[in-house]
């Protein structure tokens, strides 16, 4: 078995770290940490990963590559095929309306809440803004603010969300990571070693992997995250609160 690491979040009071075990290139399963620094959300990640197979022999795994800033891998390069949801799991969200004046991409749908087998549930689609002029403004002026050049604006683009134009920013809920992210660093700091925001697309397809290996119905899904979130849908958590839901499910997959 070996192993791979990457670091999913970092901000100024705790660091993510994502441990994947992988067996002849096939992900068979991964593992959360969280701690102050990145080492020790690493440790914490391994040690969690391994207590799911007690006979395993940890000297036969290859040890995870140390997670370093300047080597962040975005996590859902290495999302494996096989790790879809069965239908009776399976969560849909509809990516919301682009405004014309900022995208010239076609919208995309995403999976994103937990269904109930009740046929009348309420749309739960977010409503973005129609003008995201504020954000591409404060954007500007952050980006004036840490020193970037364009080219380094690229680059850090290009690591956070793979590809180097803003105007590929297709989701209102990635130009506000990004926003959140800039407001963040500090003056001089270098694109190459900036924290990346954290992607929400990522987090949902880490929790779907979990609730697939859980093998919970719907109700029981829903159930855990209304007890534990005081929510229906995973729609309705913030970034932070869906990582949180992310590390809970992992704690459940360990017990």
Not at 23 to 35: D, F, K, M, R
Not at 52 to 65: F, I, L, N, Q
Not at 69 to 93: F, G, M, Y
Not at 132 to 151: H, M, N, P, V, Y
Request: glycine share 4%; charged share 30%; aromatic share 4%.
């Amino acid at each position: 078995m070996q192993t791979r690491a990457e670091l999913c979040h970092v901000d100024t009071l705790r660091c993510v770290v994502r441990v994947e075990a992988w067996v002849e290139e096939h992900l068979i399963g991964s593992s959360l940490g969280e701690a102050a620094t990145a080492e020790e959300a690493e440790d914490r990640a391994m040690a969690r990963l391994r207590s799911r197979w007690p006979g395993e022999d940890a000297g036969s795994s290859t040890p995870a590559a140390p997670v370093d800033k300047r080597s962040i891998v975005r996590s859902s390069e290495n999302i494996s095929a096989e790790s879809q949801l069965k239908p009776d799991l399976q969560v849909a969200e509809e990516a919301p309306t682009q405004p014309k004046a900022t995208s010239e991409a076609k919208p995309t749908s995403e999976q994103s809440t937990i269904p109930s087998e009740s046929p009348t549930l309420p749309s739960e689609t977010p409503t973005d803004p129609e003008d995201w002029s504020e954000e591409l403004t404060a954007i500007d002026l952050e980006i004036k603010r840490i020193g970037w050049t364009r080219e380094q604006e690229q680059s850090y683009l290009t690591r956070a969300f793979g590809h180097g134009r803003r105007h590929k920013l297709t989701r209102y809920a990635d130009l506000v990571g990004y926003l959140r992210q800039l407001r963040l660093m500090q003056a001089g700091e270098t694109p190459d070693q900036a924290p990346v925001p954290i992607r929400r697309g990522d987090l949902i397809q880490q929790g779907d992997q979990m609730l697939n290996m859980l093998k919970w119905s719907s109700e029981e899904a829903r159930g855990f995250l209304q007890k534990q979130m005081n929510a229906s849908s995973r729609q309705q958590l913030s970034d932070e609160q869906l990582l949180e839901f992310n590390m809970l499910l992992e704690e459940k997959m360990i017990k």
